[in-house]
């Protein structure tokens, strides 16, 4: 329950076990954040917050959050007020800004993001937004922006400046110049070098799981991509500067909410860390209004539907052989007699909307993307009662299936190819079948020599964002 309600809650609780219900161990600091900058401190009060049980553990972070929580050891006691009002402000905008909800969505469009990189620049950018105040106190390890920038880039800025131009996406990408341990081990057998394990990198990790320990997400994520990856020198640098900083990010993809609903999260959040920082002003937590605010974004699921609903609303059939209820009305006549033209009716029946969907199966299409992609497109069929006819094809078709309306099944089909990418003959054979809309799951890497009468929407993942249909309308799957 977030500390809004639970202020009221407490209030109306009689006796101590609604003070010990709500208490935890930040609840000083946030005071103290509140006493300080009433608007920005107050933000605190909109995160859940959780008490590790058990004694201190030295090799967990004092505090940490999974996008949602604050999560505090028994050490965080020991600490000074304004060191604790330093990391409960530091894990509050860590949430506000949602720092974890956003590497999950980093990690999926990349298909492999480092989680300790994207720690340190999350917290380079918290730390220099917090760096101003006084009244607070942040750890003598802690990691700046622009000494990140310095550091890494070799790229001198101001810190204002710099929290102005660079979110934790455009950051990270700049730093992370990893190399799979494959590609390394390839090009150092033609030099005839021996290669060199990287601190932290994907030997590293490797040794680690050779001992016994357990795969984390970011390890098992290598291994599916065909091994580890190993620090270059922008990452190396990054990763020694920030290594003495406890990780404080705990992201969960269980914990991420429909693509709707996190859309409308990183809204809200935006909005109040707008309102509180125009509230406390020279006071706010925010040293400025920071590039790394958090956007809300139009989810590819939702433009999907919506898209596919307008187009494959059923419609009524004209019916030549029946006249219109005006027609009849009227007995054929205008208002001076005149003979009117014969105006059609409708059929009583109504036509069954089909839609065809073309999988390009030589395209960059990786399988998690093309799940979440056919369970969409099966959601929608089914709730429209929609007619799908599937075509598999590169170069040419190598399948096609028909489905019943509201009965399409794409779980367990397998889409073979290989060959190059060649759109005219796929679109010819969605022509035979008269949809009312083709959507075309592709990389947009190739060839169209026919433009069809119906309308097309290309679905793109995101590493082609920047490719521009032939024609049509295309929507990025990021």
Known sequence: MPNGGAAKAMADAPGD??????????????????????SSGGLALWVAHADRPGAPDP??????????????????????????AGLVAHEVLHI??????????????????????FNI?????????????????????????????AAALDLKQDVTAAL??????????????????????????????????????????????????AASPQQAADGQRGGARSDGPRAARVRALGGRSAADLLPSPAAQAAPEAEAEQAREWSERLLRAHAGDGAHSLLRALLADLPRSRTPWEQVLRTQLARSLAPQRDLSWSRPSRSYLANQGRSAGGRRMPFEPGFSPSRRVPRLVLIVD??????????????????????????????????????????????????????????????????????????????????????????????????????????????????????
């Open 17 to 38: 076990a609604a003070d010990d219900r709500y208490r935890h161990r930040g609840t000083r600091a946030i005071q103290r954040m509140v006493e300080y900058a009433p």
């Open 59 to 84: 090799a967990a972070p004092l505090a940490a959050t999974d996008g949602r929580t604050i999560f505090y050891d028994a050490a965080f006691e020991a600490l000074p007020l304004p060191a604790q």
């Open 96 to 117: 506000a800004l949602r720092h974890a909800q956003r590497f999950i969505d980093l990690q999926q469009r990349l298909g492999d993001a480092d989680l300790q990189l």
């Open 121 to 149: 620049c999350a917290d380079a950018i918290v730390n220099s937004a917090l760096g101003h105040l006084a009244w607070l106190q942040l750890p003598a390890q802690s990691v700046a922006l622009d000494t990140l920038l």
């Open 164 to 213: 102005l131009e660079w979110d934790v996406e455009r950051l990270y990408r700049a730093i992370d110049d990893r190399r799979r341990t494959d590609e390394r081990d390839e090009r150092d057998g033609r030099s005839g070098r021996q290669p060199r394990p990287q601190p932290g990198g994907g030997q590293a990790r490797q040794s680690q799981a050779g001992r016994g320990g």
């Open 361 to 478: 199966v030589s395209g960059s299409i990786d399988d998690e993307l093309l799940q979440r992609f056919t369970r969409e497109v099966e959601a929608i069929t089914r709730r429209l009662e929609t007619g799908l006819v599937l075509v598999v094809g590169d170069d040419r078709v190598r399948r096609v299936q028909r489905f019943e309306p509201g009965r399409a099944d794409l779980a367990g089909i397998e889409f073979p190819g290989g060959g190059g990418t060649d759109f005219t003959p796929l679109l010819e054979e969605a022509a035979r079948h008269d949809p009312d809309i083709a959507v075309v799951l592709t990389d947009l890497d190739g060839p169209a020599r026919v433009r069809p009468l119906f309308p097309v929407l290309w679905a793109v993942p995101e590493c082609c964002a920047s490719a521009e249909p032939p024609f049509g309308r295309k929507l990025n799957l990021s």
